[in-house]
């Protein structure tokens, strides 16, 4: 069992290294991830206004339109998108999950993180910003309007749409941006 769990952990993060890189290859690929963020936003912030009202507020942010995710024991997930500045984009974005615990299956999710402040985006495009286990977001769901505030100049909330996953696992996870 302990050498399964290493094999998998393994071919995990040589997936995750050999073809995940921050930044779109080709020009269609930089466009059709355009087109995923813009449908992201839209989606989200249909199902929860108030993620239209952070975006009017926020220093920045940054949009994850897909995170897959998926484990056994050993979890892991990666997803890219684009962070912006004044409704522009500054730059694209990547993130890698890992986790470990009691985990099976698969899921995909949206996520947005806004930034409160100059200091805390800065931190972010300097890769010092990690979410770790016991790190919050709120679920995007139609008609929550729930009360969400920054939580150490940082806002995130999240949107599930593929998959099914059981996990009861901690972990984490970092961030890499690559400005335009």
């Given at each position: 069992m302990?050498?399964?769990k290493?094999?998998?952990?393994?071919?995990?993060?040589?997936?995750?290294?050999?073809?995940?890189?921050?930044?779109?290859?080709?020009p269609?690929?930089?466009?059709?991830l355009?087109?995923?963020?813009?449908?992201?936003?839209?989606?989200?912030?249909?199902?929860?206004?108030?993620?239209?009202?952070?975006?009017?507020?926020?220093?920045?942010?940054?949009?994850?339109?897909a995170?897959?995710?998926g484990?056994?024991?050993?979890?892991?997930g990666?997803?890219?998108?684009?962070?912006?500045?004044?409704?522009?984009v500054?730059?694209?974005?990547?993130?890698?999950?890992?986790?470990?615990?009691?985990?099976?299956?698969?899921s995909?999710?949206?996520?947005i993180?806004?930034?409160?402040?100059?200091?805390?985006?800065?931190?972010?495009?300097?890769?010092?910003?990690a979410f770790?286990?016991?790190g919050?977001?709120?679920?995007?769901?139609?008609?929550?309007?729930?009360?969400?505030?920054?939580?150490?100049?940082?806002?995130?909330?999240?949107?599930?749409?593929?998959?099914?996953?059981?996990?009861a696992?901690?972990g984490?996870?970092?961030?890499?941006?690559?400005?335009?």
């Amino acid at each position: 069992m302990r050498l399964m769990k290493s094999i998998l952990a393994a071919g995990m993060l040589a997936v995750l290294a050999s073809g995940c890189a921050t930044v779109p290859e080709t020009p269609g690929d930089r466009a059709k991830l355009a087109v995923d963020v813009q449908q992201t936003i839209s989606r989200m912030t249909a199902a929860d206004p108030q993620v239209g009202d952070f975006m009017d507020s926020a220093y920045a942010y940054a949009v994850f339109p897909a995170i897959g995710t998926g484990g056994a024991g050993l979890g892991g997930g990666f997803g890219r998108g684009q962070a912006f500045r004044s409704g522009e984009v500054v730059g694209f974005v990547s993130v890698t999950e890992g986790t470990i615990g009691a985990q099976i299956g698969g899921s995909n999710y949206s996520e947005i993180i806004f930034f409160q402040d100059k200091w805390t985006f800065q931190k972010f495009a300097a890769g010092q910003f990690a979410f770790q286990a016991s790190g919050s977001a709120v679920a995007v769901e139609s008609g929550t309007g729930g009360n969400v505030n920054y939580s150490n100049g940082v806002a995130v909330f999240t949107q599930g749409y593929k998959g099914l996953k059981l996990q009861a696992a901690i972990g984490g996870q970092q961030f890499k941006y690559v400005p335009d």
